[in-house]
């Protein structure tokens, strides 16, 4: 039952279950570009699904809203496990394309030579001027897979690229079985054999051989090995030079790679098959925090790792050596991801939306993805990006907040010497503090981390390994303890008077009228610039940090912005369209252009804030509905108010 919600009912349904409280018509109208009629239309479909399958029911009241109302939790739970595996991702506008390409796509990647348009047009029941404007989402779909579409007169069209790649796409674009991760196509001859015996071969070699991969990437290799089992019978071969043979052939992934093929019964693959193999198990290995490094051998991702933080030191002014794990960690994330990047296997599975939430993790990604661009002389794609933020997340945890704080103390001496530290840090920093928790270092690992702002030690920072910010003090404080803790949390509280600041009357403009998002980006920065002393690349700037990844973020609101700090105090321009345009993906009317400034108390910090005000469907459709701009003012108060960041 699930299947048969729409795009609109999915992206409904998300905000209906992440919302705070009931919804109404007219807000999700506006939101999603559609009539309040369409809205409760869609309600009804959604309703019926959830009371059939989902263990609840939508509740609409005249004057307040919609909502969801559950009555068998452990219903409800199953559904949501479900939905949010299938739909995590699912933000775009509808489109009724969307199959036809896909169709295209796999008729491209089986097929033994060109395929004539009219040939197409006759399958899909559908114009020559249809598909043509098909065939151009169908070249972009191919490109993000590094392939590209070769159109031959009298011939028709045909897909190019190296093996590889074409071996990724077919997998992607065949028909997958969501719990072996096994494909099937009733007009290609596939692997005949059980796919469990791949699945069940290959998950026991890499435990056998201490080789982490993760759940969906198992399943991805086995679609890829049934692909290249195919393919090999078809005598499409992958080809490698030599240097690239002999530096696989040393690696445990290719000693791997033989076992497999060997004890899966494919017979004798040649040597390019065996190391095609491997270089998709190097590509998708994880290397976790507990696993042995050895970094004699990996000295190239080692540099590697020191060089995007000293290219990320150069533009925004933060030290990440400062982080003594940093270094390893990125070393270890780089060795799967320069596999990826040279061979054109990027990661998918990642949840772009999630990445580019409030915290800065995905900016600080954007600006090593330049590095990276540069070393390899490619884009770096999206999901790339958003799976190498994660390496960021822990250490940029944006420090706002409108409530005093909750802190942890932590002492090398124990909690029976806490009284007097616990003393001398309230005589001087009562009014920031709500509450003092205190715990023996031995407990760390037991205690719930996520109530507490803070760590308080004099233990040294390089033993914990916890989300809270860590400051390290001296059991009586000294002078630069007293200043570094009233920086600490002065700024936390700082942070939010300057977020206020950012919004000001002759930066709002409304009934932007604008057909793309080049356009909107190119008037509200002519309009930004006649307020604000801002330098002459400014625009290069916010088109080329929207040229990598789109600023489109849900809730019908894009966000574009500065690579870097621009001005010495950071602003937002609020800008509201005449009419919703399709950003890139999705709806769009309120854009928040962002400035970024020097004078922030952590790089991108006005930004999350930023994003994590228009997390709420009411602030984006009062910013949308807003006259003037003191109703914008009265909105970012009641957000500064009630929203815990």
């Known amino acids: 039952m699930i299947n048969q919600l729409s795009k609109r009912e999915i992206l409904m349904l998300k905000h209906l279950i992440n919302a705070k409280k009931p919804l109404s018509s007219e807000v999700l109208g506006v939101i999603m570009g559609t009539s309040p009629k369409t809205i409760r239309n869609s309600m009804e479909i959604i309703d019926e699904i959830l009371k059939l399958t989902g263990g609840g029911r939508i509740s609409s009241k005249t004057g307040s809203g919609h909502s969801v109302e559950i009555y068998d939790e452990n219903e409800f739970k199953v559904f949501m496990q479900t939905f949010n595996a299938k739909y995590f991702d699912d933000y775009w506008i509808p489109t009724n394309t969307s199959s036809r390409v896909s169709y295209i796509i796999r008729r491209l990647l089986t097929a033994n030579g060109y395929i004539k348009i009219e040939s197409l047009t006759e399958a899909l029941y559908v114009s020559r001027v249809t598909i043509t404007k098909d065939l151009k989402a169908v070249r972009y779909e191919l490109g993000t897979y590094h392939l590209s579409l070769e159109n031959r007169p009298k ?229 790339e990006i958003a799976y190498l933020s994660y390496r960021f997340y822990k250490h940029f945890q944006v420090i706002s907040s409108h409530r005093r704080l909750n802190v942890l103390v932590i002492l090398s001496n124990g909690k029976n010497t806490a009284d007097l530290f616990i003393n001398e840090l309230m005589a001087s920093f009562s009014k920031y503090i709500d509450r003092v928790d205190v715990i023996e270092f031995y407990e760390v690992p037991f205690v719930r981390m996520d109530p507490f702002d803070c760590i308080l030690t004099d233990i040294p920072e390089i033993h914990f390994n916890v989300l809270p910010p860590v400051v390290r003090v001296n059991y009586f404080f000294n002078e630069n303890d007293l200043l570094k803790l009233r920086h600490y949390f002065t700024n936390s509280l700082l942070n939010l008077q300057l977020f206020r600041n950012c919004f000001r009357p002759e930066l709002f403009f409304r009934d932007i009228d604008a057909r793309n998002k080049e356009s909107v980006i190119r008037q509200m920065v002519a309009k930004a610039g006649a307020v604000l002393d801002l330098p002459d690349d400014v625009l290069t700037q916010v088109l080329e940090r929207e040229r990598i990844s789109s600023t489109e973020c849900g809730n019908s609101v894009a966000i574009p912005h500065t690579l870097y700090a621009c001005c010495d105090q950071p602003s937002v321009a609020v800008g509201v369209l005449k009419r919703p345009i399709v950003w890139e993906k999705e709806r769009c009317q309120l854009v928040l252009l962002v400035f970024n400034g020097r004078e922030e108390y952590a790089p991108f910090s006005m930004l999350s804030l930023t994003k994590a005000a228009t997390k709420s469907i009411h602030f984006v459709y009062n910013l949308i509905k807003a006259p003037g701009f003191q109703e914008v003012k009265e909105n970012i108060e009641e957000f500064i108010s009630h929203y815990d960041f």
């Open 155 to 383: 011939y028709g069209i045909c897909v190019k690229g190296t093996e590889m790649n074409l071996r990724v796409a077919l997998a992607d674009y065949m028909d997958a079985d969501e719990d072996t991760g096994s494909i099937e196509d009733e007009d290609v001859d596939l692997y005949n054999g059980d796919p469990k015996l791949i699945t069940d071969t290959l998950a026991k070699g890499l435990f056998e051989r201490g080789i982490s991969i993760s759940t969906n990437s198992l399943r991805k290799l086995v679609r890829i090995i049934i692909v290249s089992e195919f393919r090999i019978r078809q005598n499409k071969y992958c080809d490698f030079s030599q240097e690239e043979l002999t530096e696989i052939e040393s690696l445990a992934e290719f000693e791997l790679a033989q076992a497999i093929v060997r004890d899966i019964g494919f017979g004798d693959w040649p040597v390019s098959e065996i190391t095609a193999l491997a270089i998709l198990i190097l590509s998708r290995r994880n290397i976790s925090r507990n696993d042995p490094y050895d970094i004699r051998k990996e000295r190239r991702h080692f540099e590697l790792a020191g060089r995007i933080i000293e290219w990320i030191f150069n533009r925004t002014d933060v030290d990440l050596t400062v982080y003594p794990e940093m270094r390893q960690e990125l070393a270890k994330h780089l060795r799967g991801m320069t596999y990826r990047l040279n061979y054109g296997l990027e990661k998918r599975d990642v949840g772009i939306l999630e990445s580019k939430g409030s915290n800065p993790a995905f900016e600080y990604a954007i600006i090593a993805a330049q590095l990276l661009s540069e070393k390899f002389g490619k884009p770096v794609q999206e999901t």
